[in-house]
Structure formats: structure tokens, C-alpha cells
């Protein structure tokens, strides 16, 4: 999986759920620094909310079923 905007991209290589609660693992880079990166989506309300290196963030994120 990754993740990509005007000024990041990260390339996750590790995946964890636990619950409503999902846990990525990898690299970002910035600026042409790479450095390790964890981000980890929690179920609020409706809504996930995504902690992303430290940084919470709310986002219009909706939730897919559960399988």
C-alpha cells in the first residue's frame, strides 16, 4: 500500500489489525528524506481517524464492512 500528496510518499511493507483499529508500517519521504513512518486508523463513530507519524488527523474517511 501507499500513500501519496504533493509533498509525501510512503510505501508501507507491514500491516496489523486489531479490532477497529488498523496499524501500517514503512517509509516516507519528504523532500528526498526517508525516514520510518507508522500510521494507525481508528474507528470514531462513524469516521476514522488517522494518526499519521504522530500527527492526528481527521479525514472523510469511511470504514469498510466487515467480511
Keep these: 500500500m501507499a500513500l501519496t500528496d504533493d509533498r509525501l510518499e510512503c510505501r508501507f511493507d507491514g500491516i496489523k489489525r ?11 519521504a519528504t523532500m528526498g528524506e526517508e525516514t520510518s513512518t507508522t500510521v494507525t ?7 476514522l481517524t488517522l494518526d499519521f507519524g504522530g500527527i492526528s488527523r481527521q479525514g472523510s474517511y469511511a470504514r ?4
Design 41 to 47: 486508523a481508528s474507528l470514531v463513530g462513524e469516521r
Design 64 to 67: 469498510c464492512p466487515r467480511r
Design 18 to 28: 486489531t479490532g477497529d483499529v488498523v496499524v501500517w508500517t514503512g517509509k516516507c
